[in-house]
């Protein structure tokens, strides 16, 4: 298995699944992110491929105890209080390396795995079943602890709700639902990974910008449907985000969304989360970047 690898995406939906066969996990609130246990170092992969050890220095040095060939997939997250805060996660993953590293002596992270793509002994494992993958990343991780930590899992829908409804004041996004049969596929698996969040909300591709590229005014988006939109304006962090990763991209292109409107269009690698209630109309709102 060759860095980066394309991740398994979860589809949106409005109610847990029903029926023998599935398997929950709690959905923690940070920044999505694997890890590599490589032969001589360890490298934090994000969801768009970028290599972001830097900004999670303090999960790779944890993450020397696995053995090599380890490539585990989980979310980077801050705890403060006792409570996941995405606003400590958020901070940190837009840092420079020596803020990072600032914030990481303040606010240190931990990793909520949830999948192994690679197995020291087995090699690529993304081809069986979530069940024994599942068995495989909590015996790579038997022996490790905090912070590197397996997320529970229960076939029980109950026990599932039960997580849902009362530990949304602990940073817990929704659940997400995996078919015990499921393979680790790239891309959004249909069927066979579900999520429930407690926000409306939908991902979408940030494939462009209006206004300045060091603080742009509105994002242009692609929506899980393959429409190109613009976003209203942006709040402050997001921009001053997204202006981080456009000084690295060149000046982008002239284009427009399917509604006429113009942008300037870059490969920004980044993932916003937008109002669901908005996707509708051909301006929808940007909540944060994921």
């Known amino acids: 298995m060759e860095f980066p690898v394309s991740v398994a995406l979860a589809q949106s939906v409005s109610d847990l699944p029903q029926g023998p066969g599935w398997w929950f996990e709690p959905k923690f609130d940070g920044h999505r992110t694997l890890l590599w246990r490589q032969n001589d170092s360890v490298r934090m992969q994000a969801r768009s491929g970028r290599d972001v050890t830097s900004v999670w220095a303090d999960l790779a040095r944890a ?67 979530y069940s024994e993958r599942r068995a495989l990343l909590l015996d790579v991780l038997g022996g490790v602890g905090p912070p590197l930590q397996a997320v529970p899992a229960t076939d029980d829908r109950e026990v599932a709700m039960v997580w849902y409804d009362s530990l949304r004041a602990q940073g817990l996004e929704g659940v997400v639902a995996k078919r015990a049969s499921s393979s680790y596929r790239s891309g959004r698996s249909g069927s066979g990974w579900l999520k429930v969040r407690h926000a409306e909300t939908v991902d979408a591709e940030v494939v462009g910008y209006t206004g300045s590229p060091r603080r ?43 509604a006429g409107e113009p942008y300037t269009a870059v490969d920004t690698g980044l993932v916003a989360e937008v109002l669901a209630g908005t996707t509708r109309h051909a301006t929808v709102t940007v909540t944060r970047l994921r």
């Open 216 to 258: 742009p005014r509105a994002l242009a988006v692609r929506l899980p449907d393959g429409r190109t939109a613009l976003s209203r304006a942006v709040p402050a962090p997001v921009a001053a985000a997204v202006g981080d990763r456009l000084l690295g991209v060149g000046t982008g292109s002239r284009s427009r969304t399917g």
């Open 63 to 129: 993450g020397v105890v696995l053995p090599t060939g380890t490539v585990i997939d989980g979310e980077a997250v801050v705890f403060i209080d006792g409570v996941v805060d995405f606003a400590a996660a958020q901070s940190r993953a837009a840092s420079s390396p020596a803020r990072a590293a600032r914030l990481a002596e303040q606010y240190p992270a931990s990793f909520a795995a949830w999948d192994i793509l690679s197995h020291g002994e087995f090699g690529d494992v993304r081809s069986r079943p």
